[in-house]
């Protein structure tokens, strides 16, 4: 129940009891809650867009619902995408973009991206069917966070960041429980959900090489773009024809 908690602490802002005693490493140890955690997260923002659709029109309910999203996570993984924007592709040495990630103030190419993976989440939303949506919420809401698990064995760039906490506390077994649920609801949607899982695996395995090389590891921040642009790529595969 400790590490469920922690889970729901770290990803949300839903106000359920805190966990007490923390320790070093409980960041990684609750990981095999992330994507049920994410299930909760999808069903919820799910229910609001269904719920919202019968008195808004379709646009209005996915940007209410979008907003919804937003409110549940506290824009923890968006504050992450900005400071990654910022500083994982400035033109300079791996120390001096973590000095840029750091900084509380977010820059131009931080609001770009911010923006753009707001208006792609929002024009996904809106190109889905009630129906569909529900389904690729669901998904990309739960498989976003297990993806974060596969910085199992990559390097902090950070020996004291969330980074460093989280992955030494992250052990195998959990990527694999936490499999469970992506795997289920992929098998639930069909064809479409395996395409979307791929399509998140290839997104999350460039994060982490461009990481790797531009920072020397991983940080907080790269978990918190890992979970915002699979997310997106997930609604992208379930808006592909419709």
């Known amino acids: 129940m400790k590490y469920l908690l922690i889970a729901f602490d770290l990803l949300t802002t839903l106000p359920l009891p805190a ?17 049920l955690v994410g ?3 999808g069903a919820l923002v799910a229910g609001a867009f269904a719920l919202l659709q019968i008195y808004f029109t379709h646009m209005i309910s996915a940007a209410l619902a979008l907003a919804f999203w937003v409110l549940l996570t506290g824009g923890l993984h968006l504050d992450g995408l900005a400071d990654c924007f910022d500083g994982m592709f400035h033109a300079s040495d791996p120390e001096h973009r973590l000095q840029i990630m750091k900084d509380p103030h977010t820059g131009a190419f931080g609001v770009i991206g911010l923006i753009l993976v707001l208006l792609i989440k929002f024009s996904a939303l809106t190109s889905l069917s009630s129906t569909r949506a529900i389904g690729a919420i669901l998904l990309s809401a739960s498989f976003a ?6 910085i199992w064995k990559q390097p902090p760039a950070r020996p004291d960041g969330l980074g460093a906490d989280f992955s030494s506390g992250l052990q195998i077994h959990a990527i694999v429980l936490g499999a469970l649920i ?11 959900g395996f395409v979307a ?7 999350t395995f460039f994060i982490l090489l461009v990481a790797k090389r531009n920072l020397g590891g991983i940080t907080g921040d790269v978990l918190g773009m890992i979970v915002e ?7 992208l595969a379930f808006s592909f024809g419709g």
């Open 145 to 150: 966070r297990w993806c974060v698990l596969l």
């Open 19 to 35: 966990s007490k005693n923390w320790q070093a490493g409980d960041s990684g140890r609750s990981a095999v809650w992330y994507s």
């Open 229 to 235: 642009l699979v997310e997106v790529s997930v609604l």
């Open 197 to 203: 899982i791929g399509l998140g695996l290839l997104v």
């Open 182 to 192: 992506p795997l289920g609801l992929a098998v639930w949607l069909g064809g479409t």
């Open 39 to 41: 299930l909760c997260i």
